[in-house]
């Protein structure tokens, strides 16, 4: 796959809004149709985006079929962009016409609260504005996200893609990325911890990676035994068969750090009884219901649950940076726009070895 995309004729951006092309749905029964509409003029502090690449999460897939409740229709997802800087606002010194640039989950926020100050604007006490299905703090028009052929953001919240990175594979380090490199800085993963991923999909994958390249012992936690070869190849050092006893028994207390990436409810307390001491299990899965788990396995032990969304845009650059420095990518399948509904019912069975890419090069 090159790097670049071929190139396209720059879209006009700084004279008003501008016409633009997309894929999405008007209701959760309905599948992504072409739609246009029209992307904002540039505001001072702005950066239009011609969409290159735009990966696809499983989000994607329950906000336009309304699993979670509160999507607003018509709705066009995606929050793994990589593109190129076609236009900036007046008061932007960031980004260059032509530059290579990333944008995740998220496109504003208040950037005056104690959140914001230290970085972490994915908590903004006000509320982040995500980057589709989420009201403009401006406008309150609803964003449109990245299955479309050009973006506009704003300019704090518009990342830089390290010169020399294949940009074809950069989009799923967007939301997968920094959904699992987060947790691990925060926790201190490195060299002499021993770690384990639950679940090896989208997030695990991307755990795997990311945790032997910190230089942890990793071990991938999967149902499937059929898993362990691939586990292996992405740098896994051991695999466990959440099914066997016995080999759950033998890891009793073993791990220092569990990267929980099960995307549904599911039964925690088998994991947690691989913790050892002080040890913790975070959970990145959306998860639709937690069941009951039993207290004495956080108390002995000493370990601890808890949670982690993505980073705020300074982590998230510095996964960017991090990638780049190790030559760590997401296993990609690419694709045509086209094609999306039916990777939309491939990532329900599980069918992708990881993540799906739109090619924007293979037209809208």
């Known amino acids: 796959m ?36 029209e992307r904002r003029a540039l505001r001072p502090d702005d950066v239009a985006i011609r969409i290159t690449y735009a990966g696809i999460c499983h989000s994607d897939l329950h906000t336009a079929r309304n699993d979670w409740g509160g999507t607003a229709y018509p709705n066009i997802p995606g929050h793994e962009i990589v593109g190129e800087v076609t236009a900036i606002g007046n008061e932007v010194t960031r980004h260059r016409v032509g530059d290579i640039v990333a944008v995740g989950c998220m496109v504003d926020s208040c950037m005056t609260c104690d959140q914001c100050l230290e970085g972490w604007e994915v908590f903004c006490r006000e509320g982040c504005t995500q980057t589709y299905n989420s009201p403009d703090r401006h406008t309150q028009e609803i964003t449109k996200g990245g299955y479309t052929d050009h973006i506009v953001v704003r300019d704090h919240f518009v990342l830089k893609v390290p010169h020399g990175m294949d940009q074809a594979r950069v989009a799923p380090l967007l939301c997968a990325g920094i ?21 090896l999909g989208g997030l695990g994958h991307m755990g795997v990676k990311l945790g032997a390249a910190m230089g942890a012992h990793v ?30 028994a033998a890891a009793g207390a073993r791990f220092d750090f569990i990267l929980n990436t099960v995307p549904v409810g599911h ?20 998860l639709t219901e937690m069941p009951p788990f039993r207290g004495i396995n956080l108390i002995w032990w000493n370990r601890a649950v808890g949670g982690s969304a993505i980073g705020g845009i300074p982590e998230t650059q510095e996964m960017l940076d991090f990638c780049a420095a190790k030559d760590i990518y997401p296993e990609c399948e690419f694709i045509a726009m086209e094609e999306v509904n ?3 019912e491939r990532l329900l069975k599980n069918d992708v070895r990881y993540r799906f890419v739109i090619d924007m090069s293979r037209g809208l």
Do not use: C, N
């Open 2 to 37: 090159a790097t670049t995309a071929e190139p396209t004729p720059a879209i006009e951006t700084t004279g008003g809004p501008t016409p633009a092309k997309g894929w999405g749905t008007d209701a959760p029964d309905q599948p992504l149709r072409p739609m246009t509409f």
């Open 219 to 248: 071990t991938i936690i999967t149902t499937t035994p059929a898993k362990g070869e691939d586990a292996r190849a992405l740098g896994a050092h051991d695999v466990i068969v959440s099914t066997d006893p016995a080999q759950m």
């Open 267 to 286: 039964e925690i307390d088998p994991y947690l009884q691989l913790l050892g001491r002080s040890g913790r299990m975070v959970i990145v899965g959306a």
């Open 179 to 199: 959904t699992t490199y987060s947790p691990l800085r925060q926790y201190q993963v490195g060299e002499g911890t021993k770690m384990a991923v639950v679940g």
């Open 342 to 344: 039916e990777a939309y």
